[in-house]
């Protein structure tokens, strides 16, 4: 049986724990443009988030927290089209005492949930949790145990960068990163589900090569072996993979 993810079912949960449904107090929502120059989701002192050349499925991932790749279904534009938003939670609210190391700091849940109520408004959006069997992965320490630095500035916020060109490997730098978010990224490469099972609680310093678009000429080991040169291993199985269908969403042109 499946459960409905609309705005109504949502704010009966939210209620049920005797709390009002958060929303941003101002939030707009407009086609993105060339001039907009970063990409991605950033918060700022006083709760401030912005979010740029999102799709919708790019939107959704960050509400609830999911990759994009889990996030299927809806008409042909909520995949294609980009879209930009800049919103502030009200005064009374805690993510509004907020102020983030970096921009690039995740935003607190109760921000996530007021991104859910922005969507559901704008867009008219509905959605439902669906399981289907598919191919997952589990990160794991390799046979001869990690090859991985201590990482040189342990007060540096994490990054973990791709890099990548025409006819050159793809590649990921990481900086003061912990498996977990290690886990997050192979998971955006390769589209499924990663677990890290590493048990390593640390963050490290780690850099290795690997193949990218075939097509564009690059050369390198595929991502699933690449990983080895830090003494990891990544474990193919079978399992069930959450993902969000669009049942209905609207385009709306701008705010």
């Not at 907009?36 to 960050?62: F, K, N, S, V, W």
């Not at 996030?71 to 294609?80: E, L």
């Amino acid at each position: 049986m499946r459960s409905s993810l609309g705005i109504g079912f949502l704010a009966l949960a939210w209620t049920a724990h005797g709390q009002a449904w958060p929303a941003f107090e101002v939030a707009s929502v407009k086609p993105s443009t060339d001039a907009e120059t970063t990409i991605g989701m950033r918060l700022y002192p006083g709760g401030r988030l912005t979010i740029t050349h999102a799709t919708l499925h790019d939107l959704i991932g960050d509400a609830y927290h999911v990759p994009a790749f889990q996030v299927v279904g809806g008409p042909k534009w909520s995949d294609d089209d980009e879209f930009s938003v800049v919103a502030k939670p009200p005064a009374i609210s805690a993510s509004s005492r907020i102020t983030p190391a970096n921009p690039r700091t995740a935003p607190p849940e109760e921000e996530r949930l007021m991104l859910r109520e922005l969507l559901a408004a704008r867009f008219q959006l509905k959605l439902h949790p669906e399981k289907r069997d598919g191919t997952v992965y589990v990160l794991k320490v390799g046979e001869h145990g990690p090859r991985l630095q201590a990482p040189k500035d342990r007060e540096m916020f994490p990054v973990l960068w791709g890099r990548g060109g025409s006819g050159r490997p793809d590649s990921m730098d990481g900086h003061n990163v912990s498996m977990a978010l290690l886990a997050e990224r192979l998971e955006r490469e390769l589209e499924r589900p990663v677990k890290d099972q590493t048990g390593l609680k640390d963050a490290y310093d780690f850099f290795f090569e690997y193949e990218g678009d075939e097509a564009a000429g690059k050369a390198g080991p595929p991502l699933t072996r690449a990983v080895e040169k830090l003494g990891l291993r990544l474990v193919k199985q079978k399992g069930l993979i959450e993902y969000l269908v669009i049942d209905h969403a609207e385009r709306r042109s701008g705010n």
